[in-house]
């Protein structure tokens, strides 16, 4: 039987800032078993975003728990089995001075402490991250000095770097252009075939249908959660709920996007 990484019961969220204090979810039930690659997709502001951050300990549990490896979630400790890669790493303060290959490295002081030296399997553990997102070239380059696209494949780079074998990624590949899309979803594929465990936030249909095992669609509520053969039998009406407007689909070959 597969073992379950992440088990979300009952897990209920309010902003408390929000005026009109309505859920950003509620009531969510989810299961994620080891080597899965799940994809939560749902409309803005449907509370992608706040499940995972719940989920990483970002935000404090109000109502319902999240257990990680059958751990409580506020008990777990071992966060250097978590990478995480947040929407937001993109607009990483632009003036801050640290070159590529810092910013990397900097993704194992959690795991050695801030004062420690890097040693040479850390050199080498930057080295094979740099490599696998195609930014060797960019080491020495300041942070600052690079595009959206790059700076973004550095914070993926960064998150990989303690070799996690649970990824969480949100929207990812916002600003990357098509090339570095296809490869950083290939990046993908080889961690899932070394059983690393992967949540993926995203708005693209396309990617869901092919690369993901199973599929979460949440709106406030826990629309669907199952496999993504039976995702892609929703038809346009069931989507079109989850969404809360219309939607069409259109077919380009094999895939199909969904647009309103
Ligand atoms: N810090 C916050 N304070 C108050 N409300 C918030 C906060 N963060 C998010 N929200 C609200 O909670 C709801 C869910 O937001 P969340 O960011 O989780 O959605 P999302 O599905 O990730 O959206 P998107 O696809 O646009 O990134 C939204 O209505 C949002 O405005």
């Known amino acids: 039987m597969s073992e379950t990484i992440f088990e979300v019961r009952d897990l209920s969220y309010v902003y408390t800032d929000r005026p009109e204090k309505t859920p950003a979810l509620k009531d969510i039930n989810l299961k994620i078993n080891k080597g899965d690659f799940l994809a939560i997709v749902g409309p803005n502001g449907s509370g992608k975003t706040t499940l995972v951050k719940l989920i990483l300990g970002l935000l404090s549990i109000q109502t319902g728990e999240i257990l990680i490896n059958g751990k409580r979630s506020r008990k777990f400790n071992n966060w250097d089995e978590v990478g995480y890669v947040s929407q937001k790493s993109n607009s990483f303060q632009k003036g801050f001075p640290a070159t590529v290959s ?28 740099l490599e696998l997102l195609d930014i060797k070239d960019l080491a020495d380059k300041n942070i600052s000095a690079l595009s959206g696209g790059q700076t973004q494949r550095v914070f993926i780079a960064r998150a990989l770097v303690t070799k996690p074998s649970i990824l969480v990624l949100d929207e990812p590949t916002v600003g990357i252009d098509a090339r570095h899309v296809r490869e950083f979803y290939d990046v993908l594929s080889r961690l899932k075939n070394e059983e690393v465990t992967i949540l993926l936030v995203t708005h693209d249909i396309g990617v869901v249908v092919d690369k993901a095992d199973s599929v979460a669609c949440i709106n406030e509520h826990l629309h669907f959660h199952g496999s993504n053969h039976d995702f892609q039998q929703l038809d346009e009406a069931e989507i079109s709920k989850i969404y809360g407007f219309p939607i069409q689909f259109v077919s380009h070959d094999h895939d199909r996007e969904c647009c309103s």
């Open 102 to 129: 810092e910013v990397v490295l900097s993704g194992l002081t959690k795991k050695k402490g801030l004062f420690k030296s890097f040693n040479k399997q850390d050199l080498a553990a930057r080295d094979r991250v």
